[in-house]
């Protein structure tokens, strides 16, 4: 039975497409299969909302088949919609076994007609209402208010609403109506829980989410591009700022991703604003606007022209007040960017209860495991307790882009190493924000001088003079790794350009390996289309001894644990059982027998064959009485050929997702890329990082 979700409002602007968004997540992670359905779309065009709905991540469907009927069609004979409605759906429920239902947009009927027809429309269908109000410019009383008439229409029409979320909620001060105290919203989930029976939450209004483009303001105000790059049109503009002051008044008021606008006989600020811009100490800003139809001087075009810019620079003939009324009455809609939409998930999952959510709703987590719900998993995982992950390369664009999901994400805090200018304006070509991101530069004279003391000392055995150390250091693995020794970050991910033997040298020098384990190995994270399992080592040491095998063993079962795998470790050989002999069965009948003794609580089998360890059947016949047989979950290869070629080979044949490789047994979190990474893979790896380094004490004393 298909455990469905109407979202639903009872006005328009509600932001409820973001709780939609929101839900898919949430579903996505918890059940094998999810879908979509817009009962009412507007006639004559695309939906934008649907649009996007279908482009989540795990949704399968396209958008025709996603969509119910036209307002036309509801305006003309409403039952009859109905009826078209009800036949549509029950296609789409025998397919998934989730579905989110998002409500109509109050674009082409009077709210209380429209509200009774959503109603009935979730009625019809059997699926329990997400009733989604506004919070914007309100009291808590006033949202309580707003929630109680919703409820008691659809309550009128026997629709079963299982939760309230006050969305866009914001401070009554309207010069920052924005953005929300902590205690505000504090005070609107207390008035929201006096509400009996349903799950409640409270979202903040977030500045990106309503944040029109860049291109929407120049239309807006009739403004030409006379400098800049016309791609960065298409970035979002976070605020306003009306630069009628001199140049050190508007640099302190500057907001990140702000668009100026300035009288355009002021253009002596352009310089000063040019260069704050590009200068890592200030916001980036979105982009500059200049009021009257001024041109620009010959000598300051000719001054900003030595200023490498791609900012864009727009020149309009209307004046100040009409500019800004213009620019200020913009808003934009939550699915114009991709960005948006990450922010849209995060906020949800940090703002509202979503497991009582899946209770009252009666969702079961699926017993299959999918790479993708795997992968959400992951970074929901992740997101919960966050740590900082420093990533040395940042001179890569992958590691750029990717920064910039985990950021949007909410997967981890980040550390770039790398020059704040540089990397700046790279990020402003890519069009990527980098919002929260924090740039350390590795030539700082203080941090060298401190790592290079502390790296001599831990090599002071090696004859390591402080000189040495700071040469070492100018390979930025050390310095990285240096930052995850001395606890200011939690962990670090390296290798989209550095090889891996670079990414784990400096690990091994000075912060060495977990007490009790004397090897590093590599595991991948095998996604098949209904499970996950874990191989090793495939990744570092060509031919580990029976002694290292074991480690290898129970670090392997250690990160199985970590994220979600009950532990069932088969030691493969090419013979099972007593059955075969020769050195290398014997190094893994030895190594099986060093795990037994020190970690007699694993379930664990081996020597055994790959067939046996996944089937069932062989298993049966070969291993009658294991525990791992036929369904083990920890594959531990004899060596590193062995271990490389299947996983490749598993991946390219089946389709699996290769998650990794994963570093075991080092003391902190540490991982390695391979070079051919792609953007979602070091998405995947950083979250892996984080997680790991949650279960790590932190610190140079750990």
């Known amino acids: 039975m298909s455990n469905s979700i109407y979202v639903a409002a009872p006005e328009g602007l509600t932001g409820k497409s973001m709780v939609a968004v929101g839900m898919i997540e949430a579903l996505t992670r918890t059940v094998s299969s999810v879908g979509v359905f817009r009962p009412v779309v507007r006639s004559g065009r695309q939906d934008e909302i649907l649009q996007i709905l279908v482009s989540q991540p795990g949704i399968t469907q396209t958008y025709e088949e996603a969509v119910g009927v036209t307002y036309a069609e509801v305006h003309a004979d409403a039952d009859a919609a109905l009826h078209v409605l009800v036949e549509k759906y029950a296609a789409i429920k025998e397919k998934y076994e989730s579905v989110v239902i998002l409500g109509s947009d109050y674009t082409e009927t009077t709210s209380p007609t429209e509200l009774t027809f959503n109603a009935r429309v979730a009625a019809n269908l059997s699926a329990p209402v997400i009733l989604v ?56 989930r207390a008035e929201l829980a006096k509400l009996a029976g ?102 300051i075009a000719r001054l900003i022209s030595s200023i490498h810019n791609e900012l864009p620079i727009g020149m ?56 993708l719900m795997f992968e959400h998993q992951l970074q929901d995982i992740a997101r919960n307790d966050r740590q900082t992950i420093v990533m040395p390369e940042s001179t890569d664009d992958r ?22 200018q540089a990397i700046k304006l790279r990020a402003t070509h890519l069009g990527l924000g980098l919002l929260g991101v924090q740039v350390v530069n590795p030539n700082d004279p203080e941090l060298v001088e401190k790592f290079a003391g502390e790296y001599a000392r831990l090599r002071a055995h090696k004859g ?51 007490l009790g384990v004397n090897v590093v190995s590599g595991s991948f994270l095998m996604c098949m289309p209904d499970r996950v399992v874990v191989y090793a080592d495939c990744a570092v040491n060509p031919d580990p001894t ?10 392997s079962a250690e990160t199985a644990v970590a994220f979600g795998i009950e532990p069932r470790v088969a030691m493969l050989s090419y013979s099972t059982g007593t059955s075969g002999t020769g050195a290398d069965v014997d190094k893994v009948r030895a190594a099986t027998e060093i795990v037994r003794e020190r970690r007699p609580d694993l ?99 750990a």
């Open 133 to 188: 109000v506004s919070g914007r410019n309100r009291t808590p009383e006033e949202i309580r208010s707003a929630a109680e008439g919703g409820l008691a229409e659809f309550q009128a029409h026997h629709a079963k609403v299982i939760a309230v979320i006050a969305n866009r909620v914001s401070s009554l001060d309207r010069a920052s109506s924005d953005e929300v105290d902590p205690a505000e919203l504090d005070a609107v």
């Open 198 to 299: 349903v799950v409640t939450a409270a979202l903040p209004a977030d500045r990106l989410l309503a944040a029109p483009r860049l291109r929407a303001q120049f239309e807006a105000v009739d403004a030409n591009l006379v400098l800049g790059n016309p791609e960065l049109l298409d970035r979002e503009s976070q605020d306003i700022l009306v630069a009628a002051m001199t140049l050190p008044n508007v640099l302190r008021r500057l907001t990140p991703e702000s668009t100026i606008i300035m009288p355009g006989d002021r253009s002596d600020m352009l310089p000063g604003l040019l260069l704050a811009h590009a200068s890592g100490s200030f916001p980036q800003l979105a982009g500059i606007i200049l009021l009257g139809g001024y041109e620009i001087p010959d000598t």
């Open 316 to 371: 309009t003939h209307l004046g100040t007040f009409t500019a800004a009324d213009k620019m200020f009455r913009l808003e934009g809609a939550m699915t114009s960017s991709s960005r948006k939409v990450e922010v849209a998930r995060r906020l949800f999952s940090e703002h509202v209860d979503v497991p009582a959510l899946l209770r009252a709703l009666q969702v079961h987590r699926s017993e299959v495991m999918t790479p």
């Open 399 to 420: 590691i750029l882009e990717s920064a910039d999901i985990l950021l949007r994400r909410g997967v981890a805090n980040l550390i770039l190493l790398g020059d704040a």
């Open 464 to 514: 390591v003079t402080v000189e040495q150390a700071r040469e070492k250091l100018k390979d930025l693995s050390y310095f990285g790794t240096m930052m995850v020794h001395l606890g200011m970050a939690d962990g670090m991910v390296s290798g989209a350009i550095n090889t891996t033997a670079n990414t784990i040298r400096p690990s091994l020098e000075f912060m060495k390996t977990k």
């Open 546 to 555: 029976a002694e290292q095998l074991a480690d290898i063993a129970i670090s």
């Open 603 to 701: 379930a664990l089998e081996g020597p055994i064959q790959f067939d046996a360890a996944v089937d069932a059947a062989v298993a049966r016949t070969k291993l009658p009485d294991s525990k791992v047989a036929g369904r083990a979950t920890v594959f531990i290869f004899p060596d590193l050929n062995t271990g490389n070629n299947t996983y490749k080979a598993v991946q390219r044949s089946s389709g699996a997702v290769a998650i990794g490789p994963v570093l075991q047994g080092l003391k902190r979190a540490v991982n390695d890329l391979s070079r051919g990474a792609l953007v979602e893979d070091i998405v995947n790896t950083v979250a892996i990082t984080a997680i790991q380094a949650q279960a790590e004490p932190r610190g140079e004393d």
